[in-house]
């Protein structure tokens, strides 16, 4: 599958690495398949990892560099 909208160079000027857009991308589609509602009035995707890279894409959703997940 090749990703076509939104353009991979038009996502990594938002993200800053293939691996962090990887991720992110993952766990907002997540979200948006729990129930979460979308960031975005209308997506031209109807799936929810194109429509978590238009959210990407548009800068409705961004890494949080605060976030940090504590192991024990």
Same mark, same amino acid.
């Given at each position: 599958? +090749? ?11 938002? =993200?800053?690495? *293939?691996? !962090?857009?990887?991720?992110? &991308? &993952? +766990? *907002?589609?997540? @979200?948006?398949? !729990?129930? @979460?509602?979308? &960031?975005?009035? !209308?997506?031209?995707?109807? +799936? ?5 890279? $238009? ?5 409705? =959703?961004?890494?949080?560099? $605060?976030?940090?997940? +504590?192991?024990?």
């Amino acid at each position: 599958m +090749k990703i076509t909208y939104p353009s991979i160079d038009k996502l990594l000027d938002k =993200v800053n690495s *293939r691996y !962090s857009l990887s991720v992110l &991308a &993952a +766990k *907002r589609s997540h @979200e948006l398949q !729990s129930g @979460e509602p979308g &960031a975005l009035l !209308s997506y031209k995707s109807s +799936k929810a990892l194109g429509q978590a890279l $238009e959210e990407i894409a548009a800068g409705k =959703v961004t890494i949080d560099p $605060e976030h940090q997940t +504590k192991i024990d």
